[in-house]
């Protein structure tokens, strides 16, 4: 039967559940799963009817009882139904092909979902919780290309002789052209041959700059083109498209006053001191798949851990529809699940993986609402759920209620900063009109959380201590301002000023945000 969709507020009606639109839900396994049971058990099916949604299981075990079928399945729902939320998978080694029992090691999901759903670009995003430092000030935003470079390289091992690449056009009436030629003179070298698609480059020109314009944001473009001539063809897409549609808004907001009036292009080796440079973040990246592979894992450890990274796969429908997919930037977190497996107790950090699924409510309830229909709630009900939950987990990590990797040693379990925070998002949505300030007052002082909370926190004391030693230069226990600049001038995290007459102007010639 045709649901009504439900328009009222969430407390004249408690005990009528929202009716949440179609979505597909990819499980994966090991603590990652079991943290989103309980999320959904407990945070979501309580107060959201979830029935339209699709499932489908990617455990190691399921895809090799169905010879992979599974994959393809989700593959499949997701380009028809273009929202997807993802547990983080395992891809087996060889080792764990054996130990369970499985029929090949089965490859990573990620090459068929991106062909499957013509993924354009991998959004992702540093995680703020207001009133908490955690490592970026402001929000940095990275766009990596979603295909082409090294990923999908062919390879093989090959000793001397002549080695040619050669393209044959699929219209015949051109002429086969030779990429390259070279004589191997070693008697063992590995060949390889990897190419950059670009036709999708002006999609993820348009999702990235209406995304920092939106966020006020200054965006970047990062490569390697002055020494990978090949890549330029990237750059001139992506300031083709900036300069026709963006540029003069970008000048309006003031975001371009310190980058000349002009979109930026960053080298990639600067892009890399950049990044540790400019904490207070409010910059954007876009850079090619490997290069923005490797960036964002720096972005990552910037800002505290891969755990507070969104991980979005955009892509789009024949029909113009864009697809997005949203997991967590990390793993199954292994080494927790066997803890819990001896009984014993773990404090697992679900906030990636809660955003996550936010924003597959959240795009599945837009996707809806473009369709008119009216059996399923609407993106405003949808958006005020989500808004109350992500406000609930802040206020409790804020509370010192949170997981150990932010409130420490005394930080609550898994299990128990699940409850908590369904209590709270109770007491949110029992309120109307919802006021997460109303019911708990935001504190004014910023709180910080010690990275030595951190599970992998991991700093060799005794190094830290000989560091300081040296640049005590004067042996009086403590360091002065001219000590200090010398330290960060010899470690290379100096903040730079623009130097003229240098041959790669583009890797200086840039202000911190």
């Not at 963006?246 to 950049?274: N, P």
Request: with cysteine.
């Amino acid at each position: 039967a045709t649901r009504v969709a439900l328009r009222r507020p969430f407390a004249a009606e408690a005990a009528q559940k929202l009716v949440a639109p179609p979505m597909v839900y990819i499980s994966g396994e090991e603590m990652t799963h079991y943290a989103m049971t309980l999320v959904l058990d407990k945070w979501i099916k309580p107060h959201v009817d979830i029935n339209a949604w699709e499932f489908y299981d990617l455990s190691c075990r399921s895809r090799d009882d169905t010879e992979d079928q599974v994959l393809q399945d989700a593959v499949d729902a997701g380009a028809r139904v273009g929202a997807i939320f993802k547990e983080p998978t395992i891809t087996p080694t060889a080792v764990q092909q054996e130990e369970m029992g499985l029929k090949k090691a089965w490859g990573s999901p990620n090459g068929a979902m991106r062909r499957g759903w013509n993924g354009i670009t991998i959004s992702r995003d540093t995680i703020h919780i207001p009133g908490i430092k955690l490592g970026f000030e402001e929000p940095v935003f990275f766009e990596r290309h979603a295909v082409g470079g090294e990923y999908g390289a062919g390879w093989r091992p090959v000793g001397k002789g002549q080695l040619v690449t050669t393209f044959f056009p699929d219209d015949e009436s051109q002429k086969v052209v030779v990429v390259d030629a070279r004589k191997c003179n070693d008697e063992n070298n590995v060949a390889v041959i990897y190419h950059n698609p670009l036709d999708n480059v002006p999609d993820l020109a348009h999702h990235f700059f209406k995304r920092c314009l939106e966020a006020n944001i200054v965006p970047y473009v990062v490569t390697k083109k002055t020494v990978f001539k090949w890549q330029e063809g990237f750059w001139t897409i992506m300031k083709d498209v900036f300069d026709e549609h963006y540029k003069e808004d970008f000048r309006s907001a003031g975001l371009l006053d310190d980058c000349g009036g002009e979109l930026q292009h960053l080298i990639s080796d600067a892009a890399t001191m950049q990044i540790i440079r400019w904490t207070k973040g409010g910059f954007g990246m876009a850079a090619h798949n490997y290069d923005g592979d490797m960036l964002t894992d720096e972005v990552a450890q910037v800002h505290r851990s891969p755990g507070f990274i969104t991980s979005n796969l955009i892509g789009k429908r024949d029909d113009g529809t864009m697809i997005k997919e949203f997991e967590a930037s990390h793993g199954t977190v292994a080494d927790l699940w066997h803890a819990h497996l001896r009984g014993e107790d773990t404090s697992f950090n679900p906030l990636g993986m809660a955003e996550a699924v936010i924003g597959a409510m959240n795009h599945s309830a837009a996707l809806h609402d473009e369709l008119a229909i009216s059996d399923a709630s609407t993106g405003a009900e949808i958006n005020h759920f989500t808004s109350a939950l992500r406000k609930a987990m802040h206020a409790t990590f804020l509370k010192g209620e949170g997981t150990r990797d932010m409130s420490g040693p005394s930080g609550l379990t898994t299990e128990q900063f699940i409850d908590r925070v369904a209590g709270r998002l109770e007491k949110y949505l029992a309120t109307d009109p919802f006021d997460a300030d109303t019911v708990e007052p935001a504190q004014d002082a910023v709180v910080n959380a010690p990275r030595e909370f951190r599970r992998n926190f991991n700093v060799d004391k005794t190094v830290v201590k000989s560091l300081f030693d040296k640049y005590d230069m004067d042996g009086d226990g403590s360091i002065n301002r001219d000590e200090f600049e010398r330290m960060v001038v010899d470690l290379g995290v100096a903040p730079q000023t623009t130097l003229p007459g240098k041959e790669k102007v583009d890797e200086v010639a840039v202000s911190v945000p």
